[in-house]
C-alpha cells in the first residue's frame, strides 16, 4: 500500500456532476456492496464490484431472509446489560463468547456499554428508525428492476411468547416501537394460534408485525440484483482488495492481490471483512464480528405461513424455498475461530419445543459473520481524511433490511445531493 501524503488528500467531497463513464470500485459483493452498486450505476458510474467469493456468498446468503422494519432499538439496550454475564454463563443461552477472545473484545466492549445508556438509545434508535423508514423504497425498484419480485413475501413477523414475563422484558423496546409508528399487535392464544397454528400451545402470546416482508432465498436474491448489474453494463470480479494507492483526488487505484485496478470512486462494502481496509483509510474503527449460524431443514414436516421469532432465545424461523431455516444466536469469536456446533443444537432443541413435529434429520448447517459497530448503527459515508472513498458497512443484524437504503445514501452523498435525514450518527469518527 501507498500511504496518502497529507498535502496530497483533499479532504472535500467528490466533484458533483460529470460522473457519467467515470469508474466506481465497490469492494465487497454482499447484498449492501451490490446494492450500493445498483444505485451508482443509476447515477451512471462504470462499476466494478471486486469480491473473492461470487456475490451473496457469504453472511448475506445465509441470512434469515427478514425484512426487519421493527427493528429500530439496538442490541445494547439498558435491560440487557445486567443479563449478559448469565447468559454467557448458560451454554444455551443466545450469546456466547470464546473467553480467549475476551481481551480483544474489550475495546468494543466499553464502546457497546456507552451505547446502553438511555439517552444514546434514543438517539440511535431515532438514526435506525429514519433508515427503517426509507428502507422498502429503496428496495422495491432493485427488486423490481431485478424481477426478484417472486422472492419477496409480504406476510408480517411473528415473534412469540410462552408468556408474559418475556412480554415484560420487551416494554421498553416496544415502547420505542411505538414512538416512531412501528405497527404492531399484541396477539392473545388465540390470535396465536390462527397465525401459527404449529406453534406449541405453550406459546401463549405474541407479537405480530404486519409490515414486515421476508424473501424466499436470501442467496438468490443477492445473485439476482448482482446479475441485473451485470446485465446493465457492470463487473464483478472474484479479487480480494489488499489495499489502494492515491493521488491528488484521493484514492486512484484498489490494489489487489494480482492486479491494480484504477478508479474515480471508492466504496468499502466488505461487511465484516472491512476493518483492514479501513484503517488503511487512516479511519480505526470498532467493528467486530457477531457471529451467527443457522440450520436450514429440507423436510420440517410443519407448515410455519411467515417468519417467527423466539421470544426467549431470539433466534428467527424463516419459511424458505429450501426449507425451514433456523437463525441467529450471537458469538464473539472473530473471524478466524471454526465455527460450534453446539450454537446450531441449541437452536434445534429450542425449535423442537416451539413446532412439535418439527422433523431435522434433513439439515444444512452454517455460520456466517455478521459485521457489528458497537451501537448498532452502521458505517455510512464519505470515509474522512478522503475526497473520493466511501464507507458502507457495520450493518450487524439488520444488513438485509438496510442494504437498498444504504445504496441510495452512498450513491447521493457521491452525487453531492442532500440527504433525506440526518446522516451524523452514521459517521466514522463518532467513536473518536
Ligand atoms: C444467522 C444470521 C441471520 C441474519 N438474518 C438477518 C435478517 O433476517 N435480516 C437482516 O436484515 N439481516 C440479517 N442478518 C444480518 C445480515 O446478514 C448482514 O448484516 C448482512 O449480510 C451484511 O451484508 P454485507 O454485504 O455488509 O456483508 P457480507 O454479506 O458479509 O458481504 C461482504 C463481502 O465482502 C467480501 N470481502 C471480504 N474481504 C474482502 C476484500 N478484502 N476484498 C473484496 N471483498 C472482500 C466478502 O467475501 C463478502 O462477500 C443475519 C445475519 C446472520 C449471521
Redesign the pocket.
Known sequence: MQSPSPNQVQDRPHPVGGRAGRRAIV????????ASALYLLKDGWRITV????P??????????????FD?VTPVAMPGMIPRVPAMLLDKKSSLTIRWGYLRRLLPWMVHFLKASTPGRVDAISRALADMIGGAWDAFQPLIEDAGAADLIRRRGFLVAFRNDRFLTTMKRELDIQRRFDIRFDILDDDEVRQLAPALSPAYTRGIYYPDCA?TVD?KLL?QTLAGELVRKGGEVLR????GFEFGPQGVSAVL?EASRHPTDLVVL??????KP?ATQLGNRLPLET?????VTLADPGVDVGL?IASGDLRF?I?PLAQGLRL???VEFAGLEAPPDPSRQAVMVEHARRMLPGLRVEDASYW?????SMPDSLPVIGRAPGHANAYF??G?????????AVTGRIVADQAAGRPPAFDLKPFRATRFS
Not at 55 to 68: I, N, V
Open positions: 469492494i465487497g459483493g454482499g447484498i449492501v456492496g451490490i471486486i469480491d473473492p467469493e456475490p451473496g456468498e457469504s453472511t448475506s446468503g445465509g441470512s434469515a431472509g427478514l425484512f426487519a427493528h421476508h436470501p443477492a479479487r480480494r482488495a489488499t489487489s462494502a466488505a461487511g465484516a471483512w472491512s481496509l457477531e457471529r451467527g449460524y443457522h417468519p428467527c424463516s437463525a441467529g444466536t455460520m456466517g459473520f455478521r459485521p458502507a458497512f450493518h450487524g443484524h439488520v444488513g438485509l433490511t438496510l442494504a
